[in-house]
């Protein structure tokens, strides 16, 4: 709903809502949480976890933040959410309160900015999903052209098996 802050209101009490100008689309409203100022980002990539935090503020959206310890609280929420909105590749934001870590925003196209390794968990993901889904196919299994994922006039040839891979055909 909002890019870097944009689009977003702070609202505290009914005269300050009615000032907004009138959407043209629909609204997410969500309570708003006090923290620390620091963002708790959350990268996940299957079931790796890797946490960076930074400090929040208008100008430090291009900063990568340092890398942190994924507590075992953390990671569960992590693997919750993504089992909730059916997720393997995705990052979120939490902000840390009183009454413990709560979930403010999830992302399903993540930067994995400040990830060391990144590259490297995104990419061993993608390959267990695709060779996964290639078990999934009959032998040989010739994806029909104009398919979403098709690839070339002849469509793609899936050919599962040891050493999975997709081959045009």
């Known amino acids: 709903m909002g890019w870097r802050g944009e689009g977003i209101h702070i609202v505290r009490n009914r005269r300050e809502l009615a000032a907004i100008p009138q959407p043209q689309t629909p609204l997410l409203i969500q309570e708003y949480l006090q923290g620390t100022g ?43 959410c993504g089992r909730a909105f059916g997720l393997g590749l995705y990052g979120m934001d939490l ?5 413990g870590p709560k979930v403010v925003d999830v992302n399903y196209f993540p930067g994995y900015k400040g990830v060391p390794d990144a590259a490297v968990a995104v990419a ?14 009959p032998p040989g299994m010739v994806v029909p052209t104009g398919a979403p994922h098709a690839s070339g006039p002849a469509g793609v040839l899936m050919t599962p098996g040891k050493g999975s891979h997709l081959a045009r055909s």
């Open 38 to 80: 620091e963002d708790l980002r959350m990268y996940i990539a299957g079931n790796q976890v890797f946490a960076v935090r930074k400090r929040f503020s208008s100008a430090s959206f291009a900063e990568p933040g340092q890398p942190c310890a994924v507590s075992s609280e953390l990671r569960d929420i992590a693997l919750r």
């Open 95 to 99: 902000i840390e309160t009183p009454d």
């Open 124 to 137: 061993d993901y993608i390959e267990r999903f695709a060779t996964w889904w290639c078990s999934l196919q």
